[in-house]
């Protein structure tokens, strides 16, 4: 295969030869060889809603999702997002390494344009989306601020088991273990809860 060994980049125009292969709901071509012809904008992502994006009939394609940041973290220096739309989380995946520093968009109510990737089962039916592949964060679309983290009222534990799954939360408890990377844990006395983060936090075991 005559490949070349540059990287290409999103708004590129790029001429593709190859032999077609049958895909599931988006054509798959087996490359053989690929040029650059020239750049141009990125179209318009027009808005789709989840169930349409579960449908497979978005798979591949340069569409926007609408939601809530619920994560906003680096895997292997690339940074991730992980939104909550319509009830269902959904992975937000950037090309290329994430910059020293950057605003966290937790709490955020934004607009991700992106390529829909899909799971399939061994019927080709659709069953997840495994991640929408985003090519810059620079594209995301602030459409509201996260509430500042002082407005929000702690919860109690027993409210947080019913707490709204799309609206950020705040909880307060005596950390009693961790998972570096991974989770802590937090009790208050009689109760207890998890918090997944994939940051490397340090505390002490009976920091509050």
Not at 3 to 11: C, N, S, T, W, Y
Not at 98 to 110: D, I, N, T
């Amino acid at each position: 295969m005559n490949l070349p060994a540059e990287i290409f980049r999103a708004g590129e125009m790029l001429e593709i030869t190859g032999v077609t292969r049958r895909g599931f709901f988006a054509p798959v071509i087996m490359p053989q060889h690929i040029r650059r012809v020239g750049s141009s904008a990125l179209p318009a992502a027009p808005v789709i809603g989840l169930q349409d994006a579960l449908s497979g009939r978005h798979d591949c394609d340069w569409v926007s999702l609408r939601g809530i940041v619920r994560r906003d973290y680096l895997q292997d220096d690339r940074r991730r997002l992980t939104l909550m739309v319509e009830g269902h989380r959904v992975a937000v995946a950037f090309s290329g390494p994430a910059p020293a520093a950057y605003p966290r968009l937790v709490g955020a109510s934004v607009s991700v344009p992106g390529a829909v990737s899909g799971i399939f089962n061994e019927n080709a039916q659709m069953t997840d989306i495994r991640a929408l592949q985003c090519p810059d964060a620079a594209l995301v679309q602030i459409l509201q601020q996260a509430p500042a983290s002082a407005a929000l009222k702690p919860l109690s534990y027993d409210q947080v088991q019913g707490a709204d799954p799309a609206q950020p939360a705040k909880i307060q408890g005596t950390l009693s273990a961790q998972r570096m990377g991974e989770a802590v844990f937090l009790t208050d006395g009689i109760h207890a809860a998890q918090v997944r983060s994939k940051e490397w936090l340090r505390f002490a075991i009976g920091d509050q």
